[in-house]
């Protein structure tokens, strides 16, 4: 048991990491807290689970445009400057949403505008967060400060999503955004006490950057292309990009807890954070009781069965909706509702398993050389990949409903899944004892 507790050590020997993890991870419960937020205001507005699915595009597009080069910009400038830069505008764009609510302007597509600058900034401060906690503590404890940031993801995932649905009901949308503006202020804090953090001139010297900002840029364009270029070549660590996003372009659902609340199983806006507590509790727990998971040897096995739990898991969200039908319940459905939680905390947990071995996978298997431009990759695919599949299912809910967009997307993931296996097997037969990109 003593195994599966979290190793504090990085936070008490590093007063810069301890001040940023707590920084992050405050800041990240607002954060979560708007994308609910944000959710509920475009399904107010609009009453079309589509309209909220098009909030996944207009997060997608920048992401992807900025995404890929976010990792170069971080290689050849000041990281805590880029950050500070990044995280100012993510602030000032939180405030900006907040400030819609305030004046109660209703647009949509103000939302969406908003929502894909954030996105954007996003994209560059990412990367730039990831790259600043290795210059803050020890290499041999960074397993323990990687533990210690997905637990206060984890963290956010399950309580800001509640906390915004909570504020959103029995408060107002300003009051939920203005939250979440307060919250991020500790983050710009954090990022403002680091000290410098310049590129190490190895870091300059791989990605070839040269002495001009304009050769700089060229230079990590191509680094990037480089590491599109080794995904071509290499199976199984392209496979791990190709089976997530499977999972999550065809059935990812959170798009469809706003109108789950509403039109299924009753309670509106708290119950759509219940939704999503449960879906971040599943990943929680997997992640609590993962200490056996380090001895599997077979990892691209264990991959496809998580993404197949995931699928199932998904349908089965979809089937309980099917089985309610839509309507405007006065009263929460309990049973339903505690059916629709159990099936989204195993598909949290399913999620939270393959991103482990996916993870694995990417960094054993790839060349040290390339590790950081296959990151930006990683980046574009994890964060992206759930927000085009919000619009996917956004559109097939207008289609059929929610509960069917959930079941055939569930379905789909898991034919799709199968497919890739067959035609790429290798990936079935990964053996970690013998990484082979």
Known sequence: MPRLIADLT?????????????????????????????????????????????????????????????????????????????????????????????????????????????SAAFAINNPARSAIIPRLVAPELMPAANALQTLSMNVALTGGPLLGALLVAQLDYSVAYTVDTLLFTAALWAVWRLPPIPPEPESSSVAGAATSPGRRRVVGLSSVLDGLRYLATRPNVRTTFVVDLAAMVLAFPRVLWPAAGALYLGGGETTTGVLAAGFAVGGILASVFSGGLVRVRWQGRIIVWAITAWGLSVAAFGAVLVAVGPGSPDVVLWGALVLAGVALLAAGASDAISSVFRQTILQTATPDHLRGRL?????????????????????????????????????????????????????WRYDARHPEP
């Open 10 to 118: 990085p936070l008490r020997v590093s007063p810069a990491y301890r001040r940023l993890w707590w920084g992050l991870g405050v800041s990240n419960i607002g954060t979560q807290l708007t994308v609910v937020a944000v959710g509920l205001q475009v399904y107010a507005i609009t009453g079309s689970t589509l309209a909220v699915g098009a909030l996944g595009i207009a997060a997608l597009v920048p992401l992807v445009a900025l995404g890929l080069y976010g990792g170069a910009l971080v290689d050849h400038y000041d990281r805590r400057t880029v950050s500070l830069l990044a995280s100012s505008v993510l602030w000032l764009v939180t405030a900006g949403i907040a400030a819609q609510a305030w004046l109660d302007v209703g647009s949509v597509n103000l939302l969406y505008a908003l929502v894909a600058l954030q």
């Open 375 to 427: 990151q930006g990759v990683f980046i574009v695919v994890v964060a992206g990949g759930p927000r085009l599949g919000e619009m996917v299912l956004g559109t097939e809910a207008t289609w059929f409903g929610e509960g069917w967009a959930a079941v055939a997307g569930g379905l789909a993931c898991i034919v799709v899944l199968w497919l890739v296996v067959r035609f790429q097997p290798r990936f």
